[in-house]
């Protein structure tokens, strides 16, 4: 059902993006905006005014650090926290609970992988059969369409069965 459910949705998906794609080509909305915002930026100079601003708030920051040494204080601090961790982990894992509990949740996470994994085969299968569907069903429409015209403009439609006449096979 999940697998289904995500199917559809992913069809779906799928064909509005390409509504919406071919609405922005026939429309050139992506292109005008972006032409408008560049010609903005060239007659403020923003991206401009925001370097030079990146650069001075750089230099600024790299004047603190210099000053109070600020990074150094805190590499220390966090190689510091790094062995106090490593130590903890590993009086922590030898404990032979913590170590079933950490070896059951691994298993129940390898689970839940599979299962997911199995729903993605499913889905993408589901996707191909919908796809295949559509396709079908397009064909079908069009060809319905062309039959109809046939019987409403033409003297003779498609489904007319051709004429047969008896063939006497003594003259062979």
């Known amino acids: 059902m999940v697998s289904t459910m995500l199917a559809k949705g992913f069809i779906l998906g799928k064909?509005?993006?390409?509504?919406?794609?071919?609405?922005?080509?026939?429309?050139?909305?992506?292109?005008?905006?972006s032409a408008a915002v560049t010609s903005f930026d060239q007659k403020i100079g923003l991206s401009e005014k925001l370097s030079i601003g990146t650069a001075v708030v750089n230099e600024k920051m790299?004047?603190?650090?210099?000053?109070?040494?600020?990074?150094?204080?805190?590499?220390?601090?966090?190689?510091?926290?790094?062995?106090?961790?490593?130590?903890?982990?590993?009086?922590?894992?030898s404990n032979s609970y913590v170590s079933t509990g950490a070896s059951w949740l691994s298993n129940a996470f390898t689970a839940v992988a599979r299962a997911a994994e199995d729903v993605g085969m499913l889905t993408k299968e589901k996707v191909g059969k919908a796809e295949e569907e559509k396709t079908g069903s397009v064909y079908k429409e069009r060809a319905r369409i062309i039959e109809d015209f046939a019987e409403l403009h033409l003297d003779e439609s498609p489904k007319a069965e051709p004429s047969v006449g008896l063939v006497d096979s003594s003259l062979e």
């Open 62 to 93: 790299r004047e603190m650090d210099d000053r109070f040494q600020v990074s150094e204080k805190t590499r220390f601090a966090l190689s510091v926290a790094e062995q106090k961790a490593s130590i903890a982990g590993t009086a922590i894992m």
């Open 15 to 33: 064909d509005a993006i390409s509504k919406a794609k071919a609405f922005d080509e026939q429309h050139h909305l992506t292109s005008n905006a």
